[in-house]
């Protein structure tokens, strides 16, 4: 079974730094798909950013970035420029590339953007 | 309405008590799920269906029934919870078969039981 592990149950940045927040999994699994999702306090999950297991460059999406580690099996998010806005709780979760999007999710990390 | 919605957003219950969580889908997806998230612990899958066939259970007790009438809806049934039942009931949504294998959810329906 895949387990996915977030270490860091919380963080805190001052607005304009850069955070990064860690994940690891494990999975015996060689095709699969991770992602960072965003739960703002209140509010509804969003999807950050997703990352493909056959694609050896890390995806971007604006502020956001991986650092995705396949041997060491490490998929860390880190936020550039950070905003009060990304105040939130940020999930790890990891797909095994099933038929149907089955997720496994990490314990979650709240981070805390600073004025 | 657009994306996932769920209602009701927020549902107090006493533990005798039969209520409905009600989760719709406007994304054209084919498999949907409910999650529970409790405080201080990962989420929860607890259903998942696919083409609108129960594909996963994940041991969850018998006092929570799901039902799947169509693509775009699903229903979690409830009946004689427990407090530690209180928690977060997400749903979400996804295309099978699609390359991302993301999933979107809604809003989530806050439970507490008395």
């Known amino acids: 079974a895949q387990t996915v592990t977030q270490s860091q149950p919380e963080m805190s940045v001052q607005e304009a730094e850069t955070v990064t927040l860690s994940c690891t999994y494990d999975?015996?699994?060689?095709?699969?798909?991770l992602f960072w999702y965003k739960q703002p306090p209140s509010r509804q999950m969003i999807l950050v950013i997703r990352?493909?297991?056959?694609?050896?460059q890390n995806a971007t999406e604006n502020r956001f970035s991986v650092n995705f580690q396949k041997a060491a099996k490490s998929f860390s998010l880190k936020i550039s420029d950070s905003q009060l806005g990304d105040t939130a709780m940020y999930f790890c979760?990891?797909?095994?590339?099933?038929?149907?999007?089955?997720?496994?999710f990490g314990q979650g990390t709240i981070l805390t953007v600073h004025p | 309405e657009t994306g996932v919605t769920q209602t009701p957003r927020h549902l107090v219950m006493g533990m005798t008590n039969k209520k409905s969580l009600k989760c719709e889908q406007h994304?054209?997806?084919?498999?949907m799920y409910w999650y529970k998230q409790s405080a201080k612990k990962p989420l929860e899958l607890m259903f998942v269906?696919?083409?609108?066939?129960?594909?996963e259970n994940n041991s969850v007790p018998s006092r929570f029934s799901p039902e799947c009438p169509n693509s775009s809806h699903l229903f979690l049934h409830l009946h004689t919870l427990q407090p530690e039942d209180s928690a977060l009931y997400l749903c979400?949504?996804?295309?099978?078969?699609?390359?991302?294998?993301?999933?979107?959810f809604g809003p989530g329906t806050r439970l507490t039981v008395t």
């Open positions: 979400a949504s996804s295309q099978e078969r699609q390359s991302t294998y993301e999933q979107y």
């Open positions: 999975t015996s699994e060689n095709n699969y798909y």
């Open positions: 990352q493909e297991a056959y694609k050896q």
């Open positions: 979760a990891f797909n095994s590339g099933t038929s149907y999007g089955k997720l496994t």
């Open positions: 994304l054209g997806h084919n498999a």
């Open positions: 269906y696919s083409l609108e066939e129960r594909v």
